[in-house]
């Protein structure tokens, strides 16, 4: 299944002029952008409540994997993350590092250079030396992500959006911050369907910005189709 958002890849946006451009290109009818808002929040509140039935169960099915690996940190991962309009919130995952793995990323990177520039590109790392063994799994499969769906419950994100950006990302996302920030966050989204492993974090930014500009229910359930397909198949995950 192909999305058609246009030419992802040659979208830039260097000043103000060119996003008025863009604005007036891709204007919508505001009642049926008010109206696919309503549909949008009912698909979020059937799909979040259905996932949280699941949540219970996965939950200690995971609690019981990290005992065996003898892992006793937290089930769960708290973070902030960037929401709609810039306000900040509480984003829950499943915990697929070790503890405190912010601060082993500091001390890895600067102990090994090459591994910096590549986090430097992609804001991940291909071989992550913080991934516990569970975690491996829950992240290949797209797991981690289950616990998301609070946060789609709460309003905070939606099914489908832009990635949630850390706060510590909002200086490298430049001119595109402003729009991107206009969309509530999704768990899964253009750059997670696009094969998220072999996109740059500039390519990211692209992505999540032209999702703005042509955000509409069809794309939405393209996206969701797509998520599916990726996750049976165990490719770019969400």
């Known amino acids: 299944m192909d999305l058609d958002f246009g030419n992802i890849g040659a979208l830039q946006i260097n000043n103000k002029e060119e996003l008025i451009v863009k604005e007036n290109k891709y204007s919508r009818n505001k009642i049926i952008e008010k109206i696919e808002e309503k549909i949008k929040r009912m698909i979020d509140i ?6 949280i039935i699941v949540l219970v169960p996965m939950s200690i099915c995971i609690w019981i994997a990290n005992l065996i690996n003898k892992d006793n940190g937290p089930i769960f991962y ?7 309009d810039g306000k900040n919130f509480k984003m829950y995952k499943f915990r697929s590092m070790v503890v405190a793995a912010d601060e082993k990323l500091k001390e890895y990177l600067e102990q090994n250079p090459e591994a910096k520039i590549e986090y430097k ?3 991940k790392l291909k071989q992550d030396p913080r991934i516990t063994k569970v975690g491996e799994f ?10 998301q769906l609070i946060n789609v ?3 905070e994100m939606s099914l489908v959006g832009p990635r949630p950006y850390l706060p510590r990302e909002k200086e490298e996302m430049a001119n595109y911050y402003t729009y991107i920030i206009k969309c509530k966050p999704g768990i899964t989204g253009l750059w ?3 094969g998220r492993s072999k996109t740059t974090f500039e390519e990211r930014l692209m992505m999540d910005t032209e999702y703005y500009y042509e955000n509409n229910l069809k794309n939405d359930i393209k996206i969701l189709c797509k998520t599916v397909k990726n996750v049976m198949k165990k490719e770019g995950a969400i």
């Open 153 to 155: 419950l709460k309003g």
């Open 138 to 147: 829950i992240r290949k499969t797209s797991i981690d992500e289950f616990p």
């Open 192 to 194: 997670q369907t696009a």
């Open 78 to 84: 708290v973070a902030n993350r960037i929401g709609k």
């Open 46 to 51: 059937i799909g979040g409540t259905c996932g």
């Open 121 to 123: 590109k992609y804001k």
